[in-house]
């Protein structure tokens, strides 16, 4: 439907910008979809990150484990180095003494190549690392001093006092000073365990904050821009309620596809109205009193035919031709007592405005002429592609234009067919006329108001 396209265009164009859009008015809004995308970017690149940082986290603290346990199991290997040498002093089984010579020994490159890891495990900690550095060399040079002694005394080159002379209070100094080392290691990695926990935790909660207040701004964009575009639909509404039937625009803001209202056969029934005498009158009085009274006329009539749902299809000066069932799908009977009691309330309204009319303007008393007939007819979109009409066609129609004409003054007349749908309906008496172009003759009703 290009005329109704274009009529769309038109209103929600800019002075400035003739041809840009304000907001996309179908489909979901661009700027939505682009804060989704952003919000999903966001909320997965919060998640990769907290993921490498707790991956890091976890591999930082496997590291200060290490160190620990190897500083634990070094300190409980050189305890077991200077306990073998004590055994070794007081030995003298000579086999005895060989086996806990080459222990003492082999002890003593696993301490040596314990602090050595130990050390480069704690590149990170120069000053604890300078300490591992120097207790490892005291470890060599007093090692290999005892063992320089003791093969001595072996060979009774010494005495047994003076290699207790040499080992004493070296043995613990070393001992302690190590035990020192291993505490300060376990204070700093608690410490350095609690610092990476809390880093980890701030970061997460500062991400997760970040990210959950962008995240509410732009929500918060997407509510104003959504609440905006509904807005300007509602403002394109009542502007296109002015050119088009009620029912319609609903349809069009509603409808996503081309074709809206594709030409089809449909049950409706048709409802013509008109004033009689109306163009007499506008030869007696002025133009704005004209204007103003067929105003008020066709304001009124239309919202009552919209309060029961009737799709006003057409202006015709003085006359209104009003359908229902379409475009709005409505029961055969529903549409028969909607059009009914619509009909009897335009009666009864155009009774006070012509009272009014009559009082302000002195005019003559003017008539209203209704008729009501229903069955199938043509309807949909009729016309060019550049300009589109809903419309129906056919014999109900034509029926229903008819009757209004030859309708009484102020009254309704009504089709059997409309009879037959409305039992209960009082009418007055029965007429059969003749239509041209019909070929039975038709049972009409009136139905005085």
Same mark, same amino acid.
């Given at each position: 439907?290009?005329? =109704?396209?274009?009529?769309?265009?038109?209103?929600?164009?800019?002075?400035?910008?003739?041809?840009?859009?304000?907001?996309?008015?179908?489909?979901?809004?661009?700027?939505?979809?682009?804060?989704?995308?952003?919000?999903?970017?966001?909320?997965?690149a919060s998640g990769f990150i907290n993921v490498y940082y707790l991956n890091s986290s976890h591999k930082e603290v496997e590291t200060i484990h290490e160190i620990t346990s190897l500083a634990q199991i070094t300190q409980i290997e050189f305890e077991k180095q200077f306990t073998l040498l004590h055994y070794m002093i007081?030995? &003298?089984?000579?086999?005895?003494?060989?086996?806990?010579?080459?222990?003492?020994?082999?002890?003593?490159?696993?301490?040596?190549?314990?602090?050595?890891?130990?050390?480069?495990?704690?590149?990170? #900690?120069?000053?604890?690392?300078?300490?591992?550095?120097? +207790?490892?060399? #005291?470890?060599?040079?007093?090692?290999?001093?005892? =063992?320089?002694?003791?093969?001595?005394?072996?060979?009774?080159?010494?005495?047994?006092?003076?290699?207790?002379?040499?080992?004493?209070?070296?043995?613990?100094?070393?001992?302690?000073?190590?035990?020192? +080392?291993? &505490?300060?290691?376990?204070?700093? /990695?608690?410490?350095?365990?609690?610092?990476?926990?809390?880093?980890?935790?701030?970061?997460?909660?500062?991400?997760?904050?970040?990210?959950?207040?962008?995240?509410?701004?732009?929500?918060?964009?997407?509510?104003?821009?959504?609440?905006?575009?509904?807005?300007?639909? @509602?403002?394109?509404?009542?502007?296109?309620?002015?050119?088009l039937p009620v029912q319609l625009v609903q349809l069009i803001l509603k409808q996503e596809k081309q074709e809206i209202l594709p030409i089809q056969k449909k049950f409706i029934t048709v409802c013509f109205l008109d004033i009689q005498g109306f163009t007499k009158l506008t030869d007696s009085i002025d133009a704005d009193?004209?204007?103003?009274?067929?105003?008020?006329?066709?304001?009124?009539?239309?919202?009552?035919?919209?309060? @029961? /749902? !009737?799709?006003?299809?057409?202006?015709?000066?003085?006359?209104?031709?009003?359908? @229902?069932?379409?475009?709005? /799908?409505?029961?055969?009977?529903?549409?028969?007592?909607?059009?009914?009691?619509? %009909?009897?309330?335009?009666?009864?309204?155009?009774?006070?405005?012509?009272?009014?009319?009559?009082?302000?303007?002195?005019?003559?008393?003017?008539?209203?002429?209704?008729?009501?007939?229903?069955?199938?007819?043509?309807?949909?979109? @009729? !016309?060019?592609?550049?300009?589109?009409?809903?419309?129906?066609?056919?014999?109900?129609?034509?029926? %229903?234009?008819?009757?209004?004409?030859?309708?009484?003054?102020?009254?309704?007349?009504?089709?059997?067919?409309?009879?037959?749908?409305?039992?209960?309906?009082?009418?007055? /008496?029965?007429?059969? +006329?003749?239509?041209?172009?019909?070929?039975?003759?038709?049972?009409?009703?009136?139905?005085?108001?």
């Amino acid at each position: 439907m290009s005329s =109704i396209k274009q009529l769309f265009q038109k209103i929600i164009r800019t002075d400035t910008e003739p041809t840009k859009l304000l907001i996309p008015i179908t489909g979901f809004p661009v700027w939505s979809i682009i804060i989704g995308i952003v919000i999903v970017v966001l909320v997965t690149a919060s998640g990769f990150i907290n993921v490498y940082y707790l991956n890091s986290s976890h591999k930082e603290v496997e590291t200060i484990h290490e160190i620990t346990s190897l500083a634990q199991i070094t300190q409980i290997e050189f305890e077991k180095q200077f306990t073998l040498l004590h055994y070794m002093i007081l030995e &003298s089984n000579p086999e005895e003494y060989r086996k806990y010579f080459h222990k003492f020994s082999y002890q003593y490159t696993i301490v040596q190549n314990q602090l050595f890891n130990l050390k480069l495990l704690l590149n990170d #900690y120069p000053a604890i690392k300078q300490r591992i550095e120097e +207790i490892r060399a #005291y470890h060599k040079e007093f090692s290999e001093i005892l =063992i320089e002694e003791i093969t001595q005394y072996k060979e009774n080159s010494i005495s047994e006092y003076e290699v207790y002379k040499t080992i004493k209070g070296k043995d613990q100094f070393a001992i302690e000073a190590l035990t020192q +080392i291993v &505490s300060d290691i376990n204070s700093n /990695n608690f410490q350095i365990i609690n610092n990476t926990k809390n880093r980890f935790y701030i970061f997460s909660i500062t991400s997760i904050g970040i990210i959950s207040i962008i995240a509410f701004i732009l929500l918060t964009i997407i509510f104003l821009v959504i609440r905006k575009e509904k807005q300007l639909l @509602f403002s394109i509404g009542r502007q296109l309620s002015s050119f088009l039937p009620v029912q319609l625009v609903q349809l069009i803001l509603k409808q996503e596809k081309q074709e809206i209202l594709p030409i089809q056969k449909k049950f409706i029934t048709v409802c013509f109205l008109d004033i009689q005498g109306f163009t007499k009158l506008t030869d007696s009085i002025d133009a704005d009193a004209v204007a103003t009274i067929l105003n008020q006329y066709l304001t009124e009539m239309t919202a009552i035919a919209n309060k @029961f /749902n !009737g799709t006003v299809d057409k202006f015709i000066g003085d006359g209104i031709m009003i359908i @229902f069932g379409a475009p709005l /799908n409505i029961t055969p009977v529903i549409q028969v007592d909607s059009a009914i009691s619509m %009909a009897q309330e335009m009666q009864s309204t155009f009774q006070k405005l012509n009272y009014q009319w009559q009082s302000t303007y002195n005019i003559d008393q003017l008539y209203l002429r209704i008729g009501i007939h229903c069955g199938i007819a043509t309807v949909g979109s @009729f !016309g060019t592609h550049d300009r589109l009409t809903f419309t129906a066609i056919g014999k109900t129609v034509n029926i %229903a234009s008819r009757l209004e004409k030859l309708c009484p003054e102020n009254s309704i007349l009504i089709s059997s067919d409309i009879k037959q749908l409305s039992p209960q309906l009082k009418t007055d /008496n029965v007429t059969t +006329i003749t239509i041209r172009g019909i070929e039975k003759p038709l049972e009409v009703y009136t139905i005085e108001c």
